[in-house]
């Protein structure tokens, strides 16, 4: 019988992705690390989402440690948005969505975003009349420290903490390699810039945990590639958890630790992205594998798939 | 010369009220997409407070004053809580027909309650006489209310500028899932929002029944101040100041110099004009399509 190793795979430990320049001043930016890392970043249990009588989701179940990179796979309309959607409570769901130990499930949209939380969108809903600046420091309202007694009776405090956060969101642009276009309004960017520019809106906070929503959908191939090498240095670097969902097999191929392939709602599979990518199961049902995939998938027991807290460090294998 | 002096402090007059009902009105649209044709009702809630109490028992003018605001303010939270944020999602003129259902409501609650008044407000303390400016006579206290509403329309709009709250109310308005994802509690802004506003068009109300008298009539101001918001933009709080002072000052000359009759057909040719040039107004949010 195939024995499916459930591994997640460990970054590249070899040379680091950016120099200690940039570490250093992503240390500025991922200021507010967890003070435990004992539990799991996001535990999702039974995560159920449902839009009149259309089940979007169901029973979804899906975990994501502390420096790992979750890619959600699955076609149109399988609920990978709504996944994203429902960790950020911008839509009703049922089921427990856990944050760093912490249940968020029943928390307002803002109260996740201030928890740690970061996204980013399909379509970047960025301000076209702002600079690409000004757009990343969006993201930064809930790290404002002055109020308006500030702003009267202590200027002082006020400039250097705006230029604190200048250079948070300037650090940003210099990672994701939009520096030269801070002062450019957003409208005149290609939809590629767009897409890095919301990524970093999404990060300008210093998350915990980022949720990209096809964060390459729309790019070119050296678009592609350079957000290959910005999520490669984020999973090196271990700033922050990651969970992504896209639909560019390469791209998830050669970024992600972990994989959860959805199909109609429901997880189809999850495991490393060659065990996922590469089983049978998974080209029948997404892709339409070819024949020999087909007379393999109908000869594996129809069985659930593993569930995402069976992926430990060491792994385990399951026989099938 | 002392009717250009008549016609710009006496439009200035007029456009600072006009600021702080446009200021309103677009703090509200902002927060809900939904034009608030009740705004004169705002205005004249805490006119009628303060004129009603000033003919009866009178007492410290602060008292009216400070009530008349809070039952606004509060109207107009409790509006937006209980009706407005239902219709979202919904078409927009949902919300619109939401305000003139309001409107309704509030024009029968006065008429309940106040009968057919023509009050008037005294506000102690405000300078008295005339003052003469380049050969013209001009009110002290007009002077006076003119300068009190443009500082107060141009500090609310500093405010929403420059100051922490006031940026959260603009990002709120601008993409309000956006505002989220950056840590702001975009309900409490939205329901701030409207108490602001509300509370904008009662201090314009109680301002207006200085010089005018204190009756049903007054919601025709907040509809007067419709040319100035989209003069100035409709998205736009610097626009709501500019056009409401660009439209009282444009209707001082044309009351001045054509008389009363031209009123409504200049300032509406005035938009027009405008619109032909600046289609999102003076101040407003230009929309590009992306191709």
């Known amino acids: ?320 | 010369m002392d009717r250009l002096v008549v016609s710009l402090f006496g439009g200035g007059n007029l456009g600072g009220t006009y600021a702080l009902v446009a200021l309103g009105i677009v703090l509200a649209f902002r927060a809900t997409g939904t034009f608030n044709f009740a705004h004169g009702q705002f205005m004249l809630l805490p006119a009628f407070v303060v004129g009603a109490w000033q003919a009866g028992s009178g007492g410290p003018l602060w008292i009216p004053v400070v009530e008349g605001l809070i039952m606004v303010s509060a109207l107009g939270v409790v509006f937006y809580l209980l009706v407005l944020q239902r219709t979202v999602g919904l078409l927009h003129f949902m919300g619109v027909i939401a305000t003139f259902g309001l409107a309704a409501v509030l024009d029968g609650a006065f008429l309940i309650q106040y009968g057919s008044p023509q009050y008037s407000i005294d506000v102690p303390g405000l300078p008295k006489g005339v003052v003469t400016l380049l050969g013209a006579h001009l009110s002290a206290q007009e002077l006076t209310l003119t300068a009190f509403t443009l500082v107060l329309a141009g500090l609310v709009a500093g405010a929403l500028r420059f100051t922490p709250v006031g940026i959260k109310i603009r990002a709120a308005g601008q993409d309000a899932i956006l505002a989220s994802q950056g840590g702001i509690n975009v309900r409490l802004v939205y329901v701030g929002s409207w108490a602001l506003a509300a509370a904008l068009a009662g201090v314009a109300g109680i301002v207006y029944g200085t010089s005018n008298l204190v009756n049903h009539s007054m919601v025709d101001v907040a509809l007067a101040a419709f040319p100035a918001i989209l003069i100035g933009g409709l998205d736009s709080i610097e626009g709501a100041v500019v056009g409401g002072l660009l439209v009282g000052i444009a209707q001082g000359f044309i009351a001045t110099y054509l008389g009363p009759q031209y009123l409504d057909v200049l300032t509406y040719g005035l938009l027009l004009v405008v619109m032909l040039v600046f289609p999102q107004g003076i101040l407003g949010t230009r929309t590009v399509t992306r191709v």
């Open chain 1, 1 to 320: 019988m195939a024995v499916v190793a459930l591994r997640r795979e460990e970054p590249d430990r070899g040379k680091s992705a950016v120099d200690a320049s940039m570490a250093s001043r992503l240390d500025e930016v991922f200021d507010n690390p967890l003070r435990t890392t004992d539990v799991e970043l996001l535990t999702i249990r039974d995560l159920t989402v449902r839009f009149g009588g259309l089940t979007a989701l169901s029973a979804v179940n899906i975990d994501v440690g502390h420096h790992d990179l979750v890619s959600i796979i699955g076609p149109n309309g399988a609920g990978k948005t709504t996944t994203l959607n429902a960790i950020c409570q911008l839509i009703k769901c049922t089921g427990e969505i856990h944050f760093a130990g912490r249940r968020i499930d029943r928390l307002a949209a803002w109260r996740i975003a201030a928890a740690g939380i970061g996204r980013s969108f399909q379509d970047p809903p960025l301000i076209d009349h702002y600079t690409v600046l000004e757009n990343v420091l969006c993201g930064a309202h809930q790290r404002l420290r002055y109020g308006m007694l500030h702003q009267v009776f202590w200027p002082p405090r006020v400039r250097r903490f705006e230029a604190r956060m200048a250079r948070r969101a300037m650090t940003l642009l210099d990672f994701v390699g939009l520096a030269d276009q801070a002062g450019k309004d957003a409208g005149s960017l290609s939809f590629g810039a767009r897409k890095l520019v919301d990524i970093a809106r999404a990060m300008v906070s210093g998350p915990r945990l980022l949720l990209l929503d096809e964060p390459s959908s729309g790019l070119d191939e050296a678009e592609r590639h350079s957000l290959r090498a910005i999520l490669l240095a984020l999973r090196q670097e271990k700033r922050v958890g990651i969970l992504t969902v896209d639909h560019h097999m390469d791209l998830v191929r050669s970024t992600a630790t972990h994989v959860v392939a959805l199909q109609a709602g429901e997880v189809l599979m999850a495991g490393s992205p060659a065990e996922v990518l590469d089983s049978a199961r998974f080209r029948v049902a997404i892709v339409g594998g070819s024949r020999a995939d087909e007379k393999l998938a109908a000869e594996l027991p129809n069985e659930p798939p593993p569930s995402d807290n069976d992926t430990g460090d060491g792994g385990r294998e399951e026989e099938l």
